[in-house]
């Protein structure tokens, strides 16, 4: 069955360190995103891409990057200078047909700082 | 530029009784409207969505959602609440053009709680 695979489930950093945390499709969809998810705040766009090697910043993507070399695959890295890292991180894709298509979500990585 | 509020951070109802999670929505064009379920420390699941087809929507496990332009509504409903049901619930406006990927703007969810 197609869907989104996101790893590590659980994932913990020490202070200071690059991490990376992956996202993979197998639907065949064009675009790709990434969300993150704090109590009470509801979803926040971190940065998203519609084509390979294009992406765009999102609401908070200060302390973040992305790459889309891959159309099924879209690699988050959470750098040191994102000084509150400690989130539950969820990955989407939707395909160009149009707003009616809505996101399919992967189960989420969650990331503590040690 | 779109987006939506949901009315009550945390709604608690008794199993069996009457579910309403409310969403609002603001658009400049018309929209297209979704309800996710997400459980805890998982993603989240489609429950249905409003495409201009039908303005009541059913989707899955008895919930249904209606969308009422003149009141820039689309709250979701169930008759009976379970146990199951316990879960945080987002509402979601996307209006992007045909030919682009959709472009969600969540709301900042509903926690249902459903006691005995």
């Known amino acids: 069955d197609g869907g989104i695979t996101q790893s590590p489930k659980y994932l913990f950093r020490k202070e200071g360190q690059n991490v990376t945390l992956s996202c993979e499709q197998n639907?065949?969809?064009?675009?790709m995103y990434w969300y993150r998810q704090d109590p009470g705040q509801g979803l926040r766009l971190i940065y998203y891409?519609?084509?390979?090697?294009?992406?765009q910043k999102g609401d908070i993507a200060e302390g973040y990057s992305v790459s889309r070399e891959k159309k099924e695959s879209f690699p988050l890295t959470v750098t040191s200078a994102q000084k509150n890292p400690t989130a539950f991180y969820l990955c989407?894709?939707?395909?160009?047909?149009?707003?009616?298509?809505?996101?399919?979500f992967g189960s989420g990585t969650r990331l503590t700082v040690v | 530029a779109q987006s939506v509020t949901q009315l009550g951070s945390h709604v608690s109802v008794s199993e069996g009784a009457l579910v309403l999670l409310r969403c609002n929505y603001s658009?400049?064009?018309?929209?297209?409207l979704f309800w996710y379920v997400q459980y805890p420390n998982q993603g989240l699941q489609l429950l249905l969505k409003?495409?201009?087809?039908?303005?009541l929507v059913k989707g899955i496990n008895g919930f249904e959602a209606e969308f009422k332009k003149s009141e820039t509504s689309f709250h979701l409903t169930k008759p009976s609440a379970h146990m199951s049901d316990a879960a945080e619930y987002f509402c979601?406006?996307?209006?992007?053009?045909?030919?682009?990927?959709?472009?969600?703007?969540f709301g900042t969810g509903t926690r249902l709680q459903v006691t005995l």
């Open positions: 658009s400049s064009v018309p929209p297209y």
């Open positions: 891409s519609q084509i390979v090697n294009d992406f």
């Open positions: 639907l065949n969809h064009d675009a």
């Open positions: 409003y495409t201009s087809a039908a303005t």
């Open positions: 979601a406006v996307s209006a992007a053009g045909a030919g682009t990927a959709s472009k969600l703007t």
């Open positions: 989407a894709s939707s395909p160009f047909t149009g707003p009616g298509y809505g996101y399919t």
